[in-house]
């Protein structure tokens, strides 16, 4: 109830503080996800210098910067309700890009074709990156600023004082459990292992969680693209969630209380890792952003403290190896009062040169291949070598309208086994349930 009133008043105040300047045509309205840690203002700065360099380009026009600072499934809730309205859309909006072809599917989003087929920086873009932001009707509706790829960190100190190698590179998820059992028993009062779980970590839970293991179970484990229908009662599902289920019950995560506050993800990079509390960490290529001298939680030493390993399938088998990517993009709502400017404010944010800055600030993997291929890029942060190879053997979440809702089912379940109050069985069981009333029966027993 609490969650849903502050909801509630999120909206109320974006009505009431975004109607006034809607239809100035000299004011182009650029809304963005402000980090939830106070201390984080990376992406901030980086969104100024960009009106400033707007500003400076086109006289007489101005940048209304929006930032709000809610956690990832508040600003979901609150981007769809601002983008309903013209007195409350903004011109540009920071969307993560698994929401996308539910908001096309809503009608909340132009195609931005006509505008691209002009912009001469599109052609530097990677085809992956651009379907990303793509329609099922083939149309783009997004430009991405960057992708991310995900893995395990690991503290390579915690690893020596528990006997562990400093060079750990598990081959199968028994190898993961393995070594968290060992620091469990040899480490008491640190955290062998977080993955996210539960509908308070939102995406988190299903995209690094999850899906960074069930996508290590066979080919096509969530969507079967070949009969277009959702995947139901399979064993891998069940296998991920007794994952999950060990990693609780055992002892080797979080508290299931501290797993289950909206804002782990914070804790995670600026407590837990930082100061050693925790040994292994599965999570995204972003993490570092934390510890440079610009981030929250300045960390000089975590170049050499911490390790990083891919993620391994189930039982090793090939590729050997799992990622999931995702990122956000910048939109134009359909609802914009100036969606003109709005292309000419992402087009300064989007240059190469405004792209790089962005993608290092944001600790992201590259999209453009100029960028990629820029030795600033290439030097940026230790570890970006690493990341930006699991792309090979990355996955992309269905881009499906109804993929938001599979997502919170999935969270559902996780967090049911994660509590205890089911076993895999029974979650998978209830997940199947729900699959097939929010698909309207467009499942394939796999």
């Not at 997004?142 to 503290?155: A, C, E, I, K, Q």
Request: glycine share 8%; hydrophobic share 35%; aromatic share 10%.
């Amino acid at each position: 109830m609490l969650a849903t009133a502050l909801t509630a008043v999120l909206a109320a105040t974006a009505l009431s503080a975004c109607g006034d300047s809607g239809s100035d045509p000299d004011t182009v309205r650029v809304q963005f996800k402000k980090s939830t840690d106070a201390k984080n203002k990376i992406f901030d700065r980086e969104i100024e210098a960009v009106k400033k360099e707007f500003e400076e380009k086109f006289p007489g026009k101005k940048v209304e910067l929006i930032p709000v600072q809610v956690p990832d499934e508040q600003y979901y809730t609150k981007v769809q309700q601002m983008l309903r309205s013209p007195k409350t859309a903004p011109d540009l909006v920071y969307e993560d890009t698994f929401l996308i072809n539910s908001d096309i599917a809503a009608g909340l989003l132009t195609p931005l074709d006509d505008y691209l087929k002009d912009w001469k920086d599109w052609g530097q873009y990677i085809d992956t990156a651009k379907t990303a932001a793509q329609g099922q009707d083939g149309k783009t509706y997004g430009v991405p600023d960057g992708t991310d790829t995900r893995g395990l960190w690991y503290n390579k100190d915690l690893f020596a004082e528990a006997g562990l190698p400093t060079d750990w590179q598990p081959k199968t998820w028994d190898d993961v459990l393995e070594a968290a059992r060992t620091i469990k028993r040899e480490l008491p009062g640190v955290i062998p292992l977080n993955v996210y779980t539960g509908k308070p970590a939102g995406e988190a839970a299903s995209m690094q969680g999850f899906e960074m293991l069930l996508y290590g179970t066979g080919e096509d484990p969530l969507y079967d693209p070949g009969s277009k229908k959702w995947v139901a009662g399979s064993q891998g599902f069940t296998d991920a969630l007794d994952f999950v289920h060990t990693v609780y019950n055992d002892g080797l995560g979080p508290d299931p209380q501290d797993a289950l506050d909206p804002n782990v993800g914070t804790k995670v990079g600026t407590e837990w890792l930082p100061e050693g509390k925790l040994a292994i960490d599965l999570d995204g290529s972003w993490m570092s952003n934390n510890w440079l001298e610009t981030g929250p939680k300045p960390w000089p030493e975590w170049t050499e403290v911490l390790g990083q390993a891919a993620m391994p399938t189930q039982n090793g088998q090939a590729p050997g190896r799992v990622s999931m990517s995702g990122g956000w993009a910048w939109s134009i709502p359909a609802k914009a009062n100036n969606p003109d400017l709005a292309f000419e404010f992402m087009k300064v944010a989007q240059s190469r040169k405004n792209n790089t800055r962005l993608t290092i600030a944001n600790g992201q993997i590259a999209v453009r291949e100029d960028v990629a291929a820029d030795p600033e890029y290439q030097a940026y942060v230790p570890g970006v070598e690493f990341f930006t190879g699991l792309v090979e053997d990355t996955h992309y979440r269905p881009a499906l309208p109804v993929y938001p809702q599979v997502s919170t089912a999935i969270q559902e379940a996780m967090e049911q086994v994660t509590t205890g109050d089911a076993s895999a069985e029974e979650a998978a069981k209830g997940y199947d349930e729900q699959l097939d009333s929010i698909t309207d029966g467009e499942v394939v027993e796999k």
